[in-house]
């Protein structure tokens, strides 16, 4: 591992993690209540709050997604550990 | 088209090495309810299921994958640091043999996978019937994992996963009664 993973990387990954999740139950719950406003709403709030989190996220710890979703810094970041099942 | 994500859906710990609960684990992995069934019997069918839910097949079909990743990561932990005679003891030594550590999409009892697996009928209550009875044996499934191991920081893996099945059939169950709703519309017109 060439990455120092100390306890912030956790905290801030739990932090992203615990925003994907309210998301991803949003995204379901919508795709059969499509009328639900408030829902709604709360899922356009949440969306730019997770946009937020993850840019903070990878300024500290490198690019989450790639094909052009996330930036990288000098060398190529997104091929470094540590991978999902590493940490 | 898909995007990676480099992250879990959710943290993924375990408290030992432990390759007996592992081989458990497999079932999830390469099984016919297992996450990799999941993803392929979604994402296949939503070329002939109705326009109103098709989003909810490739949202959950989506999520299943992180779900093959996060059982992918469970594995990988729990027999990471095993002896090839932890593996023979725990019943893995034919798939130490084959694979060495590497993962391989076949059942707890080394089946290999197979597309047999999963159905798609093309007639939209039967797929989504199907998918129901898919995401309660999955539940089933990761109960009696569950039940298999004393080690708390694996069950809680185990449990965010097992609660994922039940919102899932939750949401498959909300489709039914959209297409039912649906075809009856059209009749009346």
Same mark, same amino acid.
């Given at each position: 591992m060439?990455k120092?993973?100390?306890?912030?990387?956790?905290?801030?990954?739990?932090?992203?993690?615990?925003?994907?999740?309210a998301?991803?139950?949003?995204?379901?719950?919508l795709?059969?209540?499509?009328?639900?406003?408030q829902?709604?709403?709360?899922?356009?709030?949440?969306?730019?709050?997770?946009?937020?989190?993850a840019?903070?996220?990878e300024?500290?710890?490198?690019?989450?997604?790639q094909?052009?979703?996330?930036?990288?810094?000098?060398?190529?970041?997104?091929?470094?550990?540590?991978?999902?099942?590493?940490? | 088209?898909?995007?990676?994500?480099?992250k879990?859906q959710?943290?993924?710990?375990?408290?030992?090495?432990?390759p007996r609960?592992?081989?458990y684990?497999?079932?999830?992995?390469?099984?016919a309810?297992?996450?990799?069934?999941?993803?392929?019997?979604y994402?296949?069918?939503?070329?002939?299921i109705?326009n109103?839910?098709?989003?909810?097949?490739?949202?959950?079909?989506?999520?299943?994958?992180a779900?093959? /990743?996060?059982? !992918?990561?469970?594995? @990988?932990?729990?027999?990471? $640091?095993? &002896?090839?005679?932890?593996?023979e003891?725990? =019943? %893995?030594g034919?798939n130490?043999?084959?694979?060495?550590?590497?993962l391989?999409?076949?059942?707890?009892s080394?089946?290999?996978?197979?597309?047999a697996?999963i159905?798609?009928?093309?007639?939209?209550?039967?797929d989504l019937y199907?998918?129901?009875?898919? /995401?309660?044996? !999955?539940?089933?499934? @990761?109960?009696?994992?569950? $039940?298999m &191991?004393?080690?708390?920081?694996?069950?809680? =893996? %185990?449990?965010f996963l097992?609660e994922?099945?039940?919102v899932?059939?939750?949401?498959?169950?909300?489709?039914?009664?959209?297409?039912?709703?649906?075809?009856?519309?059209?009749?009346?017109?």
């Open positions: 060439n120092q993973l100390d306890e912030n990387y956790y905290h801030k990954l739990l932090e992203l993690q615990q925003l994907d999740f998301l991803i139950e949003l995204t379901l719950y795709d059969t209540h499509p009328n639900d406003l829902a709604l709403q709360q899922f356009n709030q949440l969306a730019q709050q997770r946009q937020q989190c840019m903070q996220f300024m500290q710890y490198g690019p989450l997604m094909f052009g979703h996330s930036y990288s810094k000098y060398p190529w970041q997104w091929i470094e550990c540590p991978w999902p099942w590493q940490v | 088209m898909w995007i990676y994500e480099k879990l959710y943290p993924v710990r375990v408290s030992k090495c432990d609960v592992a081989r684990l497999v079932e999830q992995y390469g099984g309810d297992g996450e990799l069934s999941a993803a392929l019997r994402l296949n069918q939503r070329y002939s109705p109103k839910v098709i989003g909810l097949l490739t949202d959950i079909g989506t999520e299943e994958f779900h093959l /990743e996060m059982i !992918a990561t469970m594995i @990988y932990k729990l027999t990471k $640091d095993a &002896t090839p005679q932890q593996m003891e725990a =019943g %893995l034919p130490y043999v084959i694979h060495d550590n590497g391989f999409y076949n059942n707890s080394g089946v290999p996978w197979t597309a697996y159905q798609a009928k093309g007639d939209p209550l039967a199907e998918d129901i009875a898919a /995401e309660e044996k !999955a539940r089933a499934t @990761y109960q009696w994992i569950i $039940d &191991t004393d080690d708390v920081d694996l069950q809680d =893996g %185990l449990k097992r994922r099945e039940i899932h059939a939750m949401r498959f169950k909300e489709a039914v009664e959209i297409i039912k709703a649906d075809q009856g519309t059209r009749k009346i017109f």
